[in-house]
């Protein structure tokens, strides 16, 4: 079987990749200097998440696509599908966003970056300079959470806030007749559960469904609510988003997932049309929440034991329902 590799790759990868074909010897791994549209001839599986229409049209014996994160939605669905191609993400480090998501969450909450700044220019806050508790940080403990998309990154935030004695609700299409662990409660309605939480965390993938869930009258109604988002940037209408600011809607936003990104050839792009960065309630990541050493090397081995399974037993660990798109 020839593997095309079309990611990012680094030593990791090449001990991972080493110890694959120690157990397969029989497979071939191209690594192409450039991405031509004649290395897709008479490939069998793509190690990698992007390929275009065009480049898929030249792909004449694809069978898989591993991808080793777990967004989909940047590949052409509709044609792999009409093909039978199969497509298998990677859900490896989900527990690792979950944690930068946390993270965020506490150091928003807790005002560690604002507090922190103004310290660095001799702006003092607390008891020392008479400020109110009520101007001070806030807990989580005790706080009513409220997870939209309750995958590897769902479970294992509520796994983690758990312990702070919140109250955990999540977000389900279809109906479920038994209660998930470490959740209070099972809502399949959004504007329900957005009600009725005070910290919303979006961990959903991006699809027709889910595109602006988040939308302008929704952050409307957000008053006095925390918003982190760790699934794609445009779950959330942009917009929106800065209004909701600007009239002291919500109470505080951290993201790690944006509305512009940069290219190979500007690589110095701000993440919104519109200031965000102005607010002192928003936390800005530049979507590292799934990269880091241990996030990166927990979705190498998870794609490497998806083609290992592949190759014994003929389906992956996981696969896209193209339907879902994710």
Not at 19 to 30: G, M
Not at 46 to 73: M, T
Request: net charge neutral.
């Amino acid at each position: 079987m020839r593997f095309l590799f079309l990611h990012k790759f680094n030593s990791y990868w090449e001990k991972k990749i080493r110890e694959l074909k120690q157990e397969f010897p029989n497979i071939e791994i191209i690594f192409p200097d450039k991405k031509e549209k004649n290395i897709f001839e008479n490939i069998d599986g793509i190690i990698g998440g992007f390929i275009s229409k065009e480049e898929l049209s030249f792909a004449n014996k694809l069978k898989i696509i591993f991808v080793p994160f777990a967004g989909v939605e940047q590949l052409p669905l509709d044609e792999l599908k009409e093909r039978n191609i199969i497509v298998s993400n990677a859900h490896g480090n989900g527990k690792f966003v979950a944690e930068r998501a946390v993270a965020m969450t506490l150091s928003l909450l807790g005002k560690v970056v604002r507090f922190h700044n103004d310290l660095k220019k001799g702006i003092w806050h607390g008891y020392t300079v008479g400020e109110s508790i009520y101007d001070s940080w806030s807990s989580i403990q005790g706080k009513k959470i409220g997870i939209l998309g309750f995958g590897a990154i769902g479970q294992n935030i509520a796994k983690f806030l758990k312990p702070f004695d919140t109250e955990i609700y999540i977000l389900k299409n279809n109906k479920i007749d038994y209660l998930p662990e470490n959740v209070n409660k099972v809502y399949y309605d959004v504007d329900e559960i957005l009600n009725d939480s005070e910290i919303i965390f979006l961990t959903l993938p991006l699809t027709d469904k889910t595109y602006e869930i988040i939308n302008k009258e929704r952050l409307m109604k957000l008053k006095d609510k925390y918003l982190i988002n760790v699934g794609r940037g445009r779950l959330i209408n942009e917009e929106g988003l800065y209004l909701s600011l600007k009239n002291n809607i919500l109470k505080g936003v951290a993201l790690d997932v944006w509305f512009n990104y940069p290219t190979a050839d500007n690589k110095n792009v701000m993440p919104s049309n519109y200031p965000l960065w102005e607010f002192d309630n928003v936390i800005l990541s530049p979507h590292v929440g799934g990269y880091s050493y241990h996030a990166t090397t927990a979705g190498i081995d998870y794609t490497i034991e998806s083609i290992k399974n592949y190759l014994k037993y003929g389906e992956p660990l996981s696969k896209v329902d193209f339907d879902k798109k994710y």
